[in-house]
């Protein structure tokens, strides 16, 4: 089976909507190690203390991430990428302030990557008059109309909650197929921007009894406005059990993920020891209204001891066991 393809995220929006302080944001966040693809470095300021080194196509920063320019192109910059060194875990693009989002998101589709989600910025306070003006207005809505995730910033300076609200609901009719969170200074947290953390990871978290066969659900706060639900498993998911939750996804999840195994069994209960021989490993995904199922590599010789499904909603949208419960529907 060939290695797991890179994700790639796009950074989209209008001139000053934030896309910076974002990318500075996720930089500063993130675990994983970045590669970070800009236009032109004139054109996105990295926060000077993360810069360790740099040329005129290439920054290498202090927390294993690289940025590099499209001076000469996508493939150049991913060959400075590759020949950097440590290879990273995240693509993460920033598009100009009137490029399309969508267009850039298509090199998510190149080979050797993998398209994770658009993350379009939009100015709170100016989104509304943008996209009814008479020069912007195509390129905003082209843009806003591209994300998963829409991260509607500087929500701050409107002047009341019902304000927030109006302009909240305004934008999701614009953005049918995004997620629509809120931030202040592009602080949205780290697992809603690039999804949870590893299974593995999300399985060890918390340590906690299950039966065998069974899934234990996990519930902790990610911030005020998100809560986050995991469900460790420890047998095969039959695949429509599968596609039915990703089917059910409402637009309270902001981000879902998970390493799974697909049984070809009708129901958990009856899985069998030749079942789960036969059961095959996928990364599951989901942002906005973008769903993914990908056969994910493992060692047959050392298979993975846990394997877990992650999402972040809403806070207070779902019930704390709605994940548990369409895992295991016969339940």
Same mark, same amino acid.
């Given at each position: 089976?060939?290695?797991?393809?890179?994700?790639?995220?796009?950074?989209?929006?209008?001139?000053?909507?934030?896309?910076?302080?974002?990318?500075?944001?996720?930089?500063?966040?993130?675990?994983?190690?970045?590669?970070?693809?800009?236009?032109?470095?004139?054109?996105?300021?990295?926060?000077?203390?993360?810069?360790?080194?740099?040329?005129?196509?290439?920054?290498?920063?202090?927390?294993?991430?690289?940025?590099?320019?499209?001076?000469?192109?996508?493939?150049?910059?991913?060959?400075?990428?590759?020949?950097?060194?440590?290879?990273?875990?995240?693509?993460?693009?920033?598009?100009?302030?009137?490029?399309?989002?969508?267009?850039?998101?298509?090199?998510?589709?190149?080979?050797?990557?993998?398209?994770?989600?658009?993350?379009?910025?939009?100015?709170?306070?100016?989104?509304?008059?943008?996209?009814?003006?008479?020069?912007?207005?195509?390129?905003?809505?082209?843009?806003?109309?591209?994300?998963?995730?829409?991260?509607?910033?500087?929500?701050?300076?409107?002047?009341?909650?019902?304000?927030?609200?109006?302009?909240?609901?305004?934008? $999701?009719?614009? #953005?049918? =197929?995004? &997620?629509?969170?809120? /931030?202040?200074? !592009?602080?949205?947290?780290?697992?809603?921007?690039? *999804?949870?953390?590893?299974?593995?990871?999300?399985?060890?978290?918390?340590?906690?009894?299950?039966?065998?066969?069974?899934?234990?659900?996990?519930?902790?706060?990610?911030?005020?406005?998100?809560?986050?639900?995991?469900?460790?498993?420890?047998?095969?998911?039959?695949?429509?059990?599968?596609?039915?939750?990703?089917?059910?996804?409402?637009?309270?999840?902001?981000?879902?993920?998970?390493?799974?195994?697909?049984?070809? $069994?009708?129901? #958990?209960? =009856?899985? &069998?020891?030749?079942? /789960?021989?036969? !059961?095959?490993?996928?990364?599951?995904?989901?942002? *906005?209204?973008?769903?993914?199922?990908?056969?994910?590599?493992?060692?047959?010789?050392?298979?993975?001891?846990?394997?877990?499904?992650?999402?972040?909603?809403?806070?207070?949208?779902?019930?704390?066991?709605?994940?548990?419960?369409?895992?295991?529907?016969?339940?």
């Amino acid at each position: 089976m060939s290695p797991p393809r890179l994700p790639v995220t796009v950074v989209g929006g209008y001139l000053g909507a934030g896309k910076t302080t974002l990318v500075n944001h996720v930089l500063r966040s993130s675990e994983e190690r970045i590669a970070v693809i800009v236009n032109d470095f004139g054109e996105i300021s990295i926060d000077e203390d993360l810069i360790v080194a740099a040329d005129s196509d290439k920054l290498t920063l202090a927390n294993g991430c690289i940025c590099c320019t499209l001076a000469d192109g996508f493939a150049a910059a991913l060959m400075q990428i590759r020949s950097a060194g440590t290879l990273p875990q995240r693509l993460l693009i920033e598009a100009s302030g009137v490029a399309d989002p969508a267009q850039i998101a298509a090199y998510g589709h190149t080979p050797g990557l993998r398209l994770d989600a658009v993350v379009v910025m939009a100015d709170a306070e100016q989104v509304r008059r943008q996209a009814n003006d008479r020069w912007v207005a195509d390129t905003v809505r082209m843009q806003l109309a591209a994300a998963d995730l829409l991260v509607v910033n500087k929500i701050d300076l409107l002047e009341d909650a019902d304000k927030a609200d109006e302009l909240c609901d305004w934008l $999701a009719g614009l #953005a049918a =197929d995004a &997620t629509v969170v809120r /931030a202040s200074r !592009a602080a949205v947290p780290i697992d809603v921007l690039l *999804g949870p953390r590893s299974a593995s990871d999300a399985a060890n978290a918390r340590e906690r009894p299950a039966r065998e066969g069974a899934a234990a659900p996990g519930w902790h706060a990610v911030e005020d406005l998100f809560e986050s639900q995991t469900v460790v498993l420890d047998a095969p998911v039959p695949m429509p059990v599968i596609e039915a939750l990703l089917a059910s996804l409402s637009d309270a999840v902001a981000r879902l993920k998970g390493l799974v195994q697909a049984a070809p $069994a009708a129901g #958990a209960s =009856d899985t &069998t020891a030749r079942e /789960a021989a036969d !059961a095959t490993a996928y990364l599951i995904e989901a942002v *906005g209204k973008r769903t993914s199922m990908t056969p994910h590599a493992t060692d047959p010789t050392q298979p993975p001891s846990r394997w877990a499904i992650s999402l972040i909603a809403r806070k207070g949208a779902l019930p704390p066991d709605w994940l548990a419960a369409r895992l295991h529907p016969d339940c």
